[in-house]
C-alpha cells in the first residue's frame, strides 16, 4: 500500500512563494508518474502538474504554467511543487496523486487515473 504526505501549504500574500512537498512512504516500486491537484472551495479537483518518475516529463495546467515547477528526488521518494507569483486564486487544498500503470500524457491530467492519493494541504493566497 502506498503512502503519501503532504506538507508545506499555508498563507501566503500574492505574489510570494510557496513549496509543497509530497513523500512516499515505504518504497516506490513502480511509480509511472506523480501529480498535484487541486480543490478550490466549492469546486472540483482540478489538474495542476505532472511529472513522470522516469524521464522526468512534465506536464502543467495552464493556469500555473510559467509560474509553478514540479520536481521530484528519487532518493527520497518525494515530489515537490515549487509555486511562485502566487494568486488568489491559486488558494485552495492541494493533493498530490501517484500511479503506477503507463499512462499516454493526456490521461495523467485526470484525477481518476490516479490510484494513491495524499490527504491535502491548505495553500491560502491573501490578496
Known amino acids: 500500500q502506498v503512502q503519501l504526505v503532504e506538507s508545506g501549504g499555508g498563507l501566503v500574500q500574492a505574489g510570494g512563494s510557496l513549496r509543497l512537498s509530497c513523500a512516499q512512504a515505504?518504497?516506490?516500486?513502480?511509480?509511472?508518474?506523480m501529480a498535484w491537484f487541486r480543490r478550490p472551495s466549492g469546486n472540483e479537483r482540478e489538474f495542476v502538474a505532472a511529472?513522470?518518475?522516469?524521464?522526468?516529463?512534465?506536464y502543467y495546467a495552464d493556469s500555473v504554467n510559467g509560474r509553478f515547477t514540479i520536481s521530484r528526488d528519487n532518493a527520497k521518494n518525494t515530489v515537490y511543487l515549487q509555486m511562485n507569483s502566487l494568486k488568489p486564486e491559486d488558494t485552495a487544498v492541494y493533493y498530490c496523486a501517484l500511479t503506477r500503470d503507463t499512462k499516454l500524457p493526456y490521461r495523467l491530467i485526470r484525477a481518476d487515473e490516479y490510484n494513491y492519493w495524499g490527504q491535502g494541504t491548505q495553500v491560502t493566497v491573501s490578496s
Open positions: 515505504g518504497r516506490a516500486l513502480g511509480t509511472y508518474a
Open positions: 511529472i513522470t518518475w522516469r524521464f522526468d516529463n512534465t
